[in-house]
């Protein structure tokens, strides 16, 4: 680990401008453009899971809920 | 020493929209467990977060009723810790970049006086889901309620009560009702509270070391842990302790404020920008766009009722207190009713069928055109006003409109010789109440009316029968 | 008695395939029973095959049958087999991305390019092997198990696609989705004299690609040629409204690469010398054929490798979270709740795993996040601006994929720095997320593979491939198949 970052200290010798704000990878989306509020169905792309693949996948599943130990505070 | 209590809070809404925040589930309370989750919602692999417009719209309104400078650009951030209600391990916040900072709520004081909490910003972020503790030593866990849309509003910390604190949730629940982007329901989950609580010595500025009580869900637990808390931490401090910064749970059974084991006071959430979601833009038009829509708020309301159409600020309340009210009131006199006859009937009629049905307004079959037409009928003198309740009572229990009854009811008999000749038959049978009348027992009219409907079968016009009934036993 | 099926040859391009077929002189179901064939034997042998589909893919190929006798196929993928990798998600089959934390793992829905292919007619044959969680360059990582070399079996394929590089090293007729995220499936197409390709990023949709570094990634084709690897772009590609950052880029410009620069740090004292021999040749024959030859320097690079550590990891920490053993995953069971995470995740992710979200979540973590975490952001921009310079004074950049040859299985998978040197190269485009074509030039003395980029700027994609095609007209690099069996 202390070689991974020796190897990454390399970082600290490259000047960078004050405040510096990355959005460069994202792009921007305006709100026409967002998703509108329409729920999509089981047969849509994306669209939701019935019990059986979800519990499926899931480590321990009963009564229709994830099961874990108890969960404090 | 006196002690001054200072209070923030962090409010979370959850937004009415249809679908959730980053996924086009539905949005539903009280389905059946882990019924509405697909791979987004869920944390699959694979999975993208992509974020819903309407959201981001009635957050802008939220901004506006609020009173905060909405920024044109915003961007989320990942908020990461493991949790099981959480099933990414992070979630999707806005940390360094909300989309609305400053604004204010106006609340009021114990004595009634008007005060204002500044905000410090409001964020758009996701829900997590639920843990219901089963009896087996386990938790189950429920995805439902994962990624519905919330907002969190952020406030200054500012001197006040415990009373005080739930009055500002109170206010800020009432405006987002109003503008139609929160059901803010405290007992249904789409509302709670973070209360942050210190105590400083009376006129001592710096604040004193905050504690925070997490997810209220009651105006009176806000008040209460605020009280209990503050009186807590003043015994402290009075016996020479100090405060540590953590987060408590608040006993509502016991009154009391407990420590949390095994939890870290200030966990590095390890906060950066989300990679798989674009910076969002707002821009002027759709601030406008929004702002126009808004509807006329309680305060201009009330005005408007008061002042312009002149009802009783005491009848006035009752058609404040929900937006459907004063919508439904207003419609009824679009239909033609002045704004008396509006108030009348609303309240006498409409607020009671949904007190004793213990229905919502929006759950209400009767419109404000078809019972806006049984009141003309009345007013017009051609049914009276008895008739016209039972016409909408039993347009209710029938689920038939009242128009349509109303075309069926025969009008009321008003013409004049008719009248007089029942009234002079009931007179004829009972010539010794007339005569305790004459005497002065005026309650005995009451039975002489009744006698006459029902010689009638009910068809007469009872205003104009008690006119005929004066008339004619004082003549003689 | 029907006359035997006459089958592409084994060197056959997915172009030249779509051409037989479409010449009847096989059907798409006597190309899928025998590449399948391919899979169960050569593919399983040198490990690249994790799942195959055989039921399903022979229905598939059916149907693309029907349709060509009734005069309406899909488009020219129609018919045609193809793999992918097991970070993608497939309707079919598992995805477990290589791990036994998501062992077993069924996603039940295709990802967004799995998708878009499918409905194209290609035919879904299997998954191919991988490092784990697309972490690595040499797909020793994988709980499948190592995936060997066709060209060498003793030596690695390279990664994180390694199954599907060897796969398409060793046969044609197909193609493979892989991923990108440092050189993922540049490096490991070099390694076996494929062609690979990373698109721009946001080009192909990531919804289905099982996250590792989010600004990085891509799903990436790896076939024969150029030609094949743009036929499938092109299906993939595309705004998808399941992923917020993909785009619908129009390519820059129809004009052909006329000029190309050498990046002079592609050829320093840390490259292998026949490498940076070979790409020169390349570049001196693409000058033979018109091609102006310049050469550039790329600022920070020598920044570049730390710069992606720390972002790429620090968001693989934040996506590999949730693999917690709650509601996926695979769980060791606990009396409480912390051992429950700890135990799993210990268990469930493997060495390289674990260092990286270990690495990733010490750069994102207070008091160092400024240092490493932002630092890496600002010179991310740096380097991004400083390619973007200089793809403004030629069309192309060129240089090595790889600073050495294939390596012996084992030689560096217990040193992470040696493995992470691998990168070197390859980590530049996906830091400016530009694209990035792997192109077969050559052979070194021991007869390995050697690799060549181009990469040009954002939504240049198709030029780059346009490029890649003129490139493997005037060369047979490409055509190269391990055992001699060449074109």
């Known amino acids: 680990m202390e070689k991974i970052l020796d190897l990454v200290d390399v970082l600290r010798s490259v000047e960078i401008p004050e405040d510096h704000q990355t959005d460069a990878m994202v792009g921007s989306v305006r709100i026409s453009d967002a998703r509108p509020d329409l729920p999509a169905k089981q047969s849509d792309p994306g669209g939701p899971r019935d019990a059986t693949a979800i519990g499926e996948n899931a480590p321990d599943w009963r009564d229709g809920t994830f099961v874990t130990p108890r969960v404090v505070g | 020493m006196t002690w001054q209590t200072v209070v923030g809070l962090e409010i979370h809404a959850q937004m009415s929209t249809d679908t959730k925040m980053f996924c086009a589930c539905v949005r539903e309370t009280g389905s059946e467990a882990n019924h509405n989750i697909c791979p987004v919602c869920t944390g699959w692999p694979g999975a993208l977060p992509v974020l819903n417009a309407a959201a981001v719209r ?87 309620r994962c990624s519905s849309p919330l907002l969190e509003i952020v406030t200054e910390p500012l001197p006040m009560s415990g009373v005080e604190a739930a009055n500002c949730v109170r206010s800020t629940r009432e405006i987002l009702r109003w503008i139609g982007v929160s059901d803010a329901d405290m007992e249904k989950g789409n509302l709670r509270a973070d209360v942050n609580v210190s105590v400083r010595p009376t006129g001592s500025d710096p604040l004193g070391t905050r504690t925070e009580l997490k997810n209220l869900n009651s105006f009176v637990s806000i008040q209460r842990s605020v009280e209990v808390e503050s009186a807590r931490q003043i015994q402290v401090l009075e016996a020479g302790g100090v405060i ?8 509502q059974e016991d009154e009391v404020t407990e420590e949390m084991r095994g939890k870290e006071d200030s966990p590095d959430y390890r906060y950066f920008p989300d990679p798989d979601l674009p910076v969002v833009i707002i821009e002027e038009t759709d601030i406008e766009r929004e702002r126009s829509s808004l509807p006329e708020t309680p305060a201009s309301r009330r005005v408007r009722l008061v002042e312009q159409l002149q009802i009783a600020p005491r009848e006035a309340e009752s058609i404040l207190s929900r937006r459907e009210y004063g919508d439904f009131f207003d419609a009824m006199m679009a239909a033609g009713l002045s704004a008396a006859s509006a108030s009348n009937w609303f309240r006498g009629e409409v ?55 109303l075309a069926e ?10 009248l007089k000749a029942w009234v002079q038959g009931v007179l004829e049978s009972h010539p010794d109440v007339v005569d305790k009348i004459r005497a002065g027992d005026a309650r005995l009219m009451g039975f002489l009316t009744g006698q006459v409907m029902q010689a009638s079968k009910g068809a007469a016009n009872p205003r104009k029968v008690q006119q005929i009934l004066q008339r004619l036993i004082q003549q003689s | ?54 039921e399903q893919a022979r229905a598939a190929a059916d149907q693309s049958d029907q349709r060509r006798a009734a005069g309406e196929i899909l488009g020219p993928l129609d018919g045609i087999p193809f793999t992918a990798k097991m970070n993608i998600t497939t309707e079919q089959g598992t995805s477990d991305a290589s791990s036994s934390i998501l062992k077993g793992f069924r996603a039940h829905e295709d990802a967004t390019a799995v998708r878009r292919l499918r409905a194209a007619g290609a035919v879904l044959t299997g998954k191919s092997n991988c490092d784990e969680f697309a972490m690595g360059a040499s797909n020793e990582t994988s709980s499948h198990g190592v995936v060997s070399n066709p060209w060498d079996r003793s ?42 390709f990373k698109p721009t ?189 200089v793809l403004e004074e030629c069309d192309a950049l060129l240089l090595p994929v790889s600073p050495f040859a294939p390596f012996p299985i084992g030689e560096r998978i217990d040193d992470p720095i040696a493995l992470y040197a691998c990168d070197i190269l390859t980590v530049t485009a996906n830091l400016a997320g530009v694209p990035a074509l792997a192109l077969p030039c050559g052979f070194d003395a021991s007869g390995l593979p050697i690799g060549m980029q181009l990469m040009g700027a954002r939504g240049s994609d198709h030029r780059l491939l346009e490029m890649g095609s003129r490139w493997q007209q005037w060369t047979d690099h490409h055509r190269a198949l391990p055992d001699g069996g060449a074109a």
Request: a negative charge; glycine letters at 8%.
């Open chain 3, 201 to 389: 990023w946001g080009r192909v949709s990531r919804r289905g690609l099982i996250a590792f570094g989010s600004s990085l990634d891509q799903i990436c084709p790896v076939a024969r040629d150029s030609e094949d690897c743009r036929q499938v772009l092109q299906v993939m590609e595309g705004h998808d409204p399941l992923d917020a950052t993909s785009l619908t880029l129009d390519d820059e410009t129809v004009q052909p690469i006329s000029r190309v620069a050498l990046v002079s740090e592609g050829f320093g004292p840390a490259i292998d010398e026949q490498i940076a021999t070979a790409v020169q040749t390349a570049a001196s024959q693409m000058a033979d054929q018109g091609i102006e030859i310049i050469e550039r320097s790329l600022p920070h690079i020598e920044a570049a490798n730390a710069c992606y550590q720390v972002i790429a990891t620090a968001e693989a920490s934040s996506n590999l979270a949730r693999y917690d053993g709650v509601h996926i995953g695979a769980r060791e069971s606990s009396k409480d709740l912390q051992s429950l995470y700890e135990t799993s995740r210990h268990r469930g992710f493997g060495s390289e795993v674990r260092r990286r979200i270990l690495l990733g979540t010490f750069v994102l973590s207070a008091g160092y996040r400024e240092a490493y975490y932002t630092r890496a952001q600002a010179v991310r921009d740096l380097i991004r601006e400083g390619i973007d310079q």
């Open chain 2, 409 to 418: 009811t025969s009008e009321q008999v008003s013409d004049e010789s008719t």
């Open chain 3, 1 to 54: 008695m029907s006359s035997p099926p006459s089958l592409p040859p084994r060197h056959a391009t997915v172009g030249e395939v779509t051409r037989w077929l479409g010449e009847h002189r096989c059907s798409a179901r006597q190309l899928i029973d025998g590449y399948l064939d391919f899979l169960e034997h050569l593919g399983r042998e040198i490990g690249a095959v994790v799942e195959t589909f055989p």
């Open chain 2, 244 to 251: 540590r910064q953590e987060t408590r749970l608040w006993n």
């Open chain 2, 351 to 405: 607020l009671r069928h949904l007190n004793e049905l213990e229905l919502n307004l929006d759950d209400y079959p009767l419109t404000a055109e078809s019972i806006a037409a049984v009141v003309k009928s009345v007013e017009e003198d051609r049914i009276s006003v008895a008739k016209g309740r039972e016409i909408l009572q039993k347009s209710i229990a029938d689920g038939r409109s009242p128009t349509e009854i």
């Open chain 2, 58 to 144: 009635r957050a802008i309104r939220a901004a506006i009723s609020l009173g905060c400078q909405i920024q044109p650009e915003s961007r989320f951030d990942r908020k990461n810790y493991f949790y099981p209600d959480l099933p990414k391990g992070y979630q999707i916040s806005q940390f360094y970049r909300p989309y609305a900072l400053g604004g204010e709520i106006h609340f009021p004081r114990e004595d009634g006086t008007d005060a204002v909490l500044p905000l410090v910003r409001i964020h758009m972020e996701e829900d997590a889901g639920k843990s219901i503790h089963a009896d087996d030593q386990t938790s189950r866990i429920d995805l439902n």
């Open chain 3, 155 to 196: 030596r690695v394929p390279g990664g994180s696609s390694g199954g599907a590089a060897a796969l398409a090293g060793s046969h044609g007729w197909a193609f493979h989705l892989g991923s990108d995220t440092g050189g993922s499936i540049r490096q490991p197409a070099a390694f076996c004299s494929a062609t690979g």
